[in-house]
């Protein structure tokens, strides 16, 4: 299983299929009277990156935040975008902050603001257990005010986020409904096999060491984009759930928005790509990415390119980017020549 100096590579030696590891730290904000960890304005920082999906997945808290409007209620720190992996001991594995040279104000990448001595986010997990010997992973979810963490499960975060301040907002943002009761069933339906079958298999397909795993991988990948394309196709849109944005479009965001820049090449995920292969996805993707600032400005394709093709040298050993595909995604009513050519056959015939 993982260890602090584990990678993404987590993988069985026997079948070459890569394993994910639980995460670990599983505490819970809650507006319940004496919970001990009480919603308030200021105390808890979330540690989060641009760069990676998983964390798991820091990019969906982020979302979740903007869309919550707790931008002021909750700030964030984002870590440097590579993942370094030959350090010393302690801190193999471990994302790192920002320098002061390498800040950037507007993404709050910067070096940590509570604890100004530290340098990797290895140290935040290890003051709370000196032999803590797990992934050190985002999102983070901590609490400033008593120096521990709540959570590094994202999953359990956006639900804390979901409702459990909603008492410090204004009522426009208190209203935001994105597990709606009547929807609950299908949503969570839906989160099973969008985790397994696309947010996770992507790993699958990138980390396995042999064929066999791979391909087994990369099929259930694909027949999954099948079964979310065949959804979109016969929904009224312009959302995964109909005209508003439910967490099904959070939780699968993630993963399509990576998929051409990263995962069809770096993971081998290329029986189809998304602008040319899935119509409903790429539209649907589009109107969450143009449409939604919430998606936009928490997408940061250099940072996640960067990331994946820096990081992960087993993959990558030369650490070259690929430049494209360009644009890292096209325009609403943009399409790939491709798809123009197709189109306008279809109508003279």
């Not at 003051?127 to 400033?144: C, E, H, I, K, N």
């Amino acid at each position: 299983m993982s260890s602090a100096g584990s990678t993404h590579t987590n993988v069985d030696a026997k079948t070459g299929k890569f394993i994910r590891a639980a995460s670990t730290f599983r505490r819970f904000i809650s507006k319940e009277p004496k919970a001990e960890f009480p919603p308030e304005n200021g105390r808890y920082h979330l540690y989060v990156s641009y760069a990676c999906p998983w964390g798991d997945i820091a990019q969906r808290v982020l979302i979740v935040r903007k869309l919550n409007g707790l931008e002021s209620i909750i700030p964030f720190t984002c870590v440097y975008w590579h993942l370094e992996l030959n350090v010393d001991k302690k801190n193999s594995g471990s994302w790192r902050f920002a320098t002061a040279k390498e800040t950037i104000p507007e993404q709050n990448m910067r070096p940590d603001p509570i604890h100004p001595t530290y340098t990797h986010l290895s140290q935040l997990y290890l003051a709370q257990d000196p032999d803590y010997s797990g992934r050190y992973t985002v999102p983070l979810l901590y609490d400033a005010k008593t120096d521990q963490i709540v959570s590094n499960e994202s999953s359990e975060i956006l639900r804390m986020l979901y409702t459990e301040f909603d008492e410090l907002l204004p009522p426009k943002y208190a209203e935001i409904d994105l597990l709606p009761a009547n929807l609950r069933k299908d949503i969570e339906e839906t989160n099973e096999w969008t985790y397994h079958e696309i947010n996770n298999d992507v790993y699958k397909s990138g980390a396995s060491m042999k064929q066999e795993a791979y391909e087994e991988a990369v099929t259930a990948l694909f027949a999954a984009l099948d079964r979310a394309e065949a959804h979109l196709a016969s929904s009224p849109g312009p959302f995964y759930y109909g005209s508003h944005i439910t967490e099904s479009d959070v939780r699968l965001y993630v993963t399509v928005v990576r998929f051409d820049p990263v995962y069809h090449q770096h993971f081998k995920c290329n029986i189809r790509d998304i602008r040319s292969g899935y119509p409903a996805l790429h539209q649907w993707l589009r109107r969450l990415y143009w449409g939604e600032d919430a998606f936009k400005s928490t997408t940061d394709f250099q940072q996640i390119k960067n990331h994946y093709t820096k990081s992960h040298l087993r993959l990558n050993p030369a650490g070259i980017t690929a430049l494209g595909p360009l644009p890292h995604i096209l325009g609403l009513e943009e399409e790939v020549a491709a798809v123009n050519a197709a189109t306008a056959k279809a109508k003279i015939v």
